[in-house]
Protein backbone atom coordinates (compact mmCIF):
# COMPACT_ATOMS: atom_id res chain seq x y z
CA UNK A 1 0.00 0.00 0.00
CA UNK A 2 1.07 3.83 -0.49
CA UNK A 3 -0.28 6.50 2.18
CA UNK A 4 -0.33 10.08 0.16
CA UNK A 5 -0.33 13.11 2.19
CA UNK A 6 -1.66 16.62 0.44
CA UNK A 7 -0.35 20.06 1.68
CA UNK A 8 -0.41 23.29 0.17
CA UNK A 9 -3.64 24.42 -0.22
CA UNK A 10 -5.80 27.70 0.72
CA UNK A 11 -7.22 30.68 -0.16
CA UNK A 12 -6.31 33.03 -2.93
CA UNK A 13 -7.50 35.85 -4.90
CA UNK A 14 -8.36 34.81 -8.02
CA UNK A 15 -5.58 35.34 -10.45
CA UNK A 16 -3.41 34.29 -7.66
CA UNK A 17 -0.64 31.38 -7.85
CA UNK A 18 -1.05 28.23 -5.35
CA UNK A 19 1.81 25.42 -5.19
CA UNK A 20 0.44 21.52 -3.83
CA UNK A 21 2.65 19.19 -2.83
CA UNK A 22 2.05 15.07 -2.14
CA UNK A 23 4.45 13.03 -0.09
CA UNK A 24 4.19 9.44 -0.73
CA UNK A 25 5.24 6.81 1.41
CA UNK A 26 5.05 2.77 1.96
CA UNK A 27 4.78 1.11 -1.29
CA UNK A 28 6.27 3.85 -3.29
CA UNK A 29 7.18 1.24 -6.35
CA UNK A 30 3.49 1.44 -7.02
CA UNK A 31 3.55 5.24 -7.69
CA UNK A 32 3.99 4.86 -11.73
CA UNK A 33 1.54 7.27 -12.37
CA UNK A 34 0.52 10.49 -10.07
CA UNK A 35 -1.99 12.74 -9.87
CA UNK A 36 -4.43 15.16 -9.00
CA UNK A 37 -7.93 15.43 -9.25
CA UNK A 38 -10.13 18.11 -7.60
CA UNK A 39 -14.03 17.72 -6.41
CA UNK A 40 -16.16 21.22 -5.79
CA UNK A 41 -19.28 21.11 -3.19
CA UNK A 42 -22.15 19.46 -5.24
CA UNK A 43 -19.92 17.91 -7.93
CA UNK A 44 -18.36 15.03 -8.96
CA UNK A 45 -14.49 14.55 -8.46
CA UNK A 46 -12.88 15.21 -11.68
CA UNK A 47 -9.16 14.82 -13.18
CA UNK A 48 -6.88 17.72 -13.31
CA UNK A 49 -3.47 16.79 -14.18
CA UNK A 50 -1.04 13.10 -14.26
CA UNK A 51 2.45 12.29 -14.70
CA UNK A 52 4.64 9.37 -15.62
CA UNK A 53 6.98 7.90 -13.54
CA UNK A 54 9.99 9.53 -15.66
CA UNK A 55 8.04 12.69 -16.36
CA UNK A 56 8.27 12.42 -19.73
CA UNK A 57 4.62 12.06 -20.08
CA UNK A 58 2.06 14.42 -18.78
CA UNK A 59 -1.69 14.44 -18.87
CA UNK A 60 -3.85 17.61 -18.47
CA UNK A 61 -8.05 18.24 -18.39
CA UNK A 62 -8.59 21.25 -20.83
CA UNK A 63 -9.83 23.54 -18.50
CA UNK A 64 -6.35 23.75 -16.53
CA UNK A 65 -4.30 23.15 -19.83
CA UNK A 66 -1.55 26.33 -19.80
CA UNK A 67 -2.43 27.28 -16.24
CA UNK A 68 -1.30 24.70 -13.94
CA UNK A 69 1.77 22.37 -13.96
CA UNK A 70 2.76 18.87 -12.47
CA UNK A 71 5.98 17.79 -11.54
CA UNK A 72 7.47 15.29 -9.44
CA UNK A 73 10.69 14.42 -7.53
CA UNK A 74 11.30 10.59 -7.32
CA UNK A 75 14.07 11.06 -4.77
CA UNK A 76 11.68 12.59 -2.19
CA UNK A 77 8.29 10.53 -3.51
CA UNK A 78 6.86 13.62 -4.27
CA UNK A 79 4.22 15.59 -6.81
CA UNK A 80 3.52 19.19 -7.29
CA UNK A 81 1.24 20.71 -9.18
CA UNK A 82 1.28 24.69 -9.45
CA UNK A 83 -1.58 26.59 -10.16
CA UNK A 84 -1.43 29.71 -11.87
CA UNK A 85 -4.08 32.43 -13.27
CA UNK A 86 -6.42 31.04 -10.68
CA UNK A 87 -10.50 31.15 -11.12
CA UNK A 88 -13.02 31.15 -8.81
CA UNK A 89 -14.22 27.70 -10.77
CA UNK A 90 -10.74 26.19 -9.36
CA UNK A 91 -12.21 25.94 -5.96
CA UNK A 92 -12.50 22.30 -4.14
CA UNK A 93 -10.76 20.23 -2.47
CA UNK A 94 -7.32 18.82 -4.15
CA UNK A 95 -6.80 14.83 -4.31
CA UNK A 96 -3.63 13.66 -5.10
CA UNK A 97 -3.83 10.09 -6.15
CA UNK A 98 -1.64 6.91 -7.40
CA UNK A 99 -1.61 4.60 -10.32
CA UNK A 100 -0.22 1.86 -12.74
CA UNK A 101 1.37 2.86 -15.99
CA UNK A 102 -2.77 2.93 -18.10
CA UNK A 103 -3.34 5.71 -15.46
CA UNK A 104 -1.19 8.09 -17.61
CA UNK A 105 -3.08 7.55 -20.29
CA UNK A 106 -6.66 8.41 -19.20
CA UNK A 107 -8.36 10.67 -17.38
CA UNK A 108 -10.19 8.06 -15.39
CA UNK A 109 -10.35 7.60 -11.05
CA UNK A 110 -11.13 4.52 -11.90
CA UNK A 111 -7.33 4.00 -12.61
CA UNK A 112 -5.78 5.37 -9.41
CA UNK A 113 -5.39 2.63 -6.47
CA UNK A 114 -4.44 5.07 -4.21
CA UNK A 115 -5.44 8.51 -2.55
CA UNK A 116 -5.06 11.06 -0.22
CA UNK A 117 -7.37 13.11 1.98
CA UNK A 118 -7.34 16.19 0.29
CA UNK A 119 -6.37 19.77 0.31
CA UNK A 120 -8.52 22.60 0.34
CA UNK A 121 -8.02 25.25 -2.68
CA UNK A 122 -10.49 27.99 -2.63
CA UNK A 123 -10.62 31.23 -4.88
CA UNK A 124 -11.82 34.35 -4.30
CA UNK A 125 -13.19 36.47 -6.64
Known amino acids: QVQLVESGGGLVQAGGSLRLSCAAS????????LGWFRQAPGKEREFVAAISWTGGNTNYADSVKDRFSISRDNAKNAVYLQMNSLKPEDTGLYYCAAGGPVAILRQRSTDFHSWGQGTQVTVSS
Open 26 to 33: GRTSSTYT
